[in-house]
């Protein structure tokens, strides 16, 4: 493939800092507060899609889950442990490394790959479901990024993509306030021309012949200090899209 999505940069950037996936006080400490969030949203979502048992251990049995951009595994350990057959797909190989020790000392069977997007679509694979969370942002070619993730989502199945929005507060707070004043994320993480809007995202994913069904901002509430859904997306957005059965 001539094309790809790979940002050799930004894969060196968190290639750096790979051993530190799963200390929830180390450099992805920001990500570990932001997990439950996101985590109860695609929860919540796929039960209703797929009219699952929402008090059931494993209500997600028998449904296949990629997520691209899956670092360390933050969010397909506890997808596998809710019953689905997950998939993580990682640019960085170190993080993929890190991925699958920590699955197989937590006792739990996830498919790690160190690949992109891009490939699976040309090796013809497809998912229930596809998470494209916190990922655009770091990537070359947006335009195929957003493309290869949609064409990876089966008939009936869904895509979440979580990102930040370019706006003067996501400066202020995403970069400037998180990176240089509060210092929870290492300084050059994110670079606020790469943020997109969430009708640059919608009509990315309506191109790609998926329908969005919902939409919602995230926001940080300081005194209980943790994130949770809002309807403001200033900042932190995530929005959901599925693909139509015919």
Request: glycine share 8%; with cysteine.
């Amino acid at each position: 493939m001539t094309e790809t999505t790979v940002n050799d940069a930004e894969i060196a950037k968190f290639t750096a800092m790979a051993e530190q996936w799963w200390d929830p006080k180390g450099k992805f400490k920001p990500l570990h507060k932001f997990n439950p969030v996101r985590l109860a949203y695609i929860r919540d979502n796929l039960v209703r899609h797929f009219g699952r048992d929402a008090t059931s251990i494993r209500p997600f049995e028998g449904l296949t889950i990629l997520d691209v951009g899956c670092g360390g595994g933050l969010l397909c350990e506890p997808l596998t442990r809710l019953g689905a057959t997950v998939t993580g797909i990682d640019a960085a190989e170190r993080n993929i490394a890190i991925a699958r020790i920590h699955a197989e000392q937590s006792g739990l069977a996830i498919d790690y790959r160190a690949t992109t997007s891009e490939a699976l679509v040309a090796a013809g694979e497809r998912f229930d479901v596809v998470l494209n969370m916190e990922v655009v942002e770091h990537v070359d070619n947006v335009t195929l990024y957003m493309k290869s993730c949609a064409d990876l989502v089966a008939p009936g199945g869904l895509m979440f993509t979580a990102t930040l929005n370019r706006t003067a507060r996501s400066m202020a707070f995403a970069v400037i306030g998180a990176e240089y004043v509060l210092r929870w994320l290492p300084r050059g993480t994110h670079d606020w021309n790469k943020f997109l809007t969430p009708e640059e995202i919608k009509a990315q994913i309506r191109r790609n012949n998926l329908r969005v069904t919902g939409e919602t901002g995230v926001v940080f509430h300081p005194l209980a200090d943790e994130w949770k859904l809002s309807s403001d997306m200033g900042i932190n957005y995530m929005v959901l899209a599925e693909r139509r059965t015919a």
